[in-house]
């Protein structure tokens, strides 16, 4: 072979292994990074999104413990235009979190059923809530997979007046039981009789999309229009469902689906094995036979319990004699609390889905920010149980007192001193905490024990001082105040303030009036605003604000933090340094240039505030990522303007 063959041969062997290389690159690169890039599916008629929330869900099989951000998709968010716009729709989850326990065909507690609520508001001066004349319409978005049709026995879910979830007892044979429910995509909203609220009830949404991908934030878009069908206005908010109970933590088995969420066979197999050892029932004969066990057929809603206790031949039993099983709150939360206790919220995350590593971290409104987890309101597993027994204990129920002897209380010396309260009924009163006098310090606040008198003073259901609107309508879901922190996208929860103020706090926070009112009213009319003492940061000369200036709570600082971290060159003539003070922060521009003269310089005036290093933004990112008390992040919870 000649040499100029021989350079041939190997010029065409190092473009035959270059070539063979950009291809297996490419192949795995579209493997690595394909999921990723896939665009999510957007609903039609949106005007933006927010920002940072534009990759899509997780894949179930990937697994959604891997931290904050382990998926995120697009959050869609529907225009709104304040020059023109005459009314303002906002739109709200219920339940803030509906638990489902998709352990059918075996037993079935929880079923498919969320709560869709919303109000109209026309557009002031003097704003009013509109109930005539327009009809409200729901649809689910995107991927929101209903949940498949099943009997209507099973499939059934309804709000009791107690405002409890409770489902359709076992159908009787020959009384319509093989009737099937279709699967529900879209709908429309229903005006609560006496009320100025528009409701949906039993939306059989279930947090999985296609090819079961877990995504237990789906979202539903609100419409309403007049009576010739014109367009008044639209919004979007998430309604959120999860299947992420725990109870494979214990009774074993796997995640039913991908390997996150989800009931599955051998787990439902062995609740209703440890429920007849313990009771002595046949629970899981029945369930091999074809029967859905269904709980609640049991362990009743309490208006059904009393109404059966009125007619029983002694306290705690029925006309047969039999003993009446405590209601289903009362019932796991005190069976449990005696395996679980001394674990604080821990408990908590173990059955539902809240815990900050799992696929779901249903706690994530503006009470996490301040450090604050189930316990400050809802107590210690021990307490959370005891309250509900204490109920069935004065009902006369021998069920109760044998449980209770389980259990040591946590908050208090003795159970007797814990308030018996009714499930659903009797709630942690957020006045417990918020008297509208004074702002509550997040050390010490709790409302365990200052529970709700009825239903009517739920959070839900609670109104403001015109009566016009529900608390939710301008402060979020429970569990989900604004602003909350939403694991598959910040702003995922805060789509009605974000689309009519541009900012993921309360309707109307921080001079925002008018969004309804039209106009900047002199006070508050729906309810006292508290507003913290604070201090004005003195501003070194030749100081260009691009922003309002911050007003300082100090207040809020001293309980909590040395004097020292924020002033840390110490006091000077007894009293001390400012921020601006000469050799501190007092670097703001350059005379000739007017720009800075070394923005890394931590003596830069901007860098006390904003810097990386020790600065006010940067010790509150760092505490809000431990999960403790954490002071605001974002820029117009601290530059706020003026009413």
Known sequence: MSKTDSRMTENLFRVW??????????????QLFAPSMRPAAKPVGTAQSVSGQNATAPQAETGAGAGPGYGQLVTDVPPFDPGKAGHVLVAWSRQGMQHVTDAEPAWTLLPPGSTLRAQLVHRGPGPQAVTEGVTLTWRLDGEAKPAAAQPVAVADSSITPAGQAATTPAAKPGDGAAQVKAPQLSGELKLVEGTTLYEATGIPVLPYGEKDRFNPYPTVTVEARDASGALLAVTRCVLPVSTEMGCRNCHGGEWKVGGVAGISPATAADVLEVHDRINGTDL????????TVVCRSCHEPPDKADANKADAAKPGATPSGKPVPPNMSAAIHGWHAAYMGGRGADACNSCHPSAPDGA???WRDYHVTKGLDCTRCHGAMEDHALSLLRKEQEAGNPAAERLMAAITPVAVKDAKDITPRTPWVNLPDCAGCHDFAEKPGSATASAFNKWTADAAGLYAERTDDTTMLRC?????????VYPARNPLGRDRDNIPPVQYQQYARAMGASGNCFVCHGETPEFSVHHPLVERKAVT??????????KPRVPFPHEA?????DCGTCHHKGYVDGGPMKCASKDCHD???DAETGTPKDRENPRYFRNAFHGEGPSCNACHARLLTAGKAAGPTDCRDCHKVKS
């Open 360 to 362: 779901t971290r249903f």
């Open 284 to 291: 899981a004969g029945r369930a091999k036979s074809g029967t």
């Open 472 to 480: 939710p309508a301008c402060h979020g879901a429970p569990h989900a």
């Open 587 to 589: 670097v703001v521009v």
């Open 537 to 546: 940061v003195t501003v070194p000369q030749g100081a260009k604000l691009a």
């Open 557 to 561: 600082h001293t309980p909590t933090v």
């Open 17 to 30: 292994l270059i070539v063979v290389a950009v291809f297996a690159v490419g192949f795995l690169g579209a």
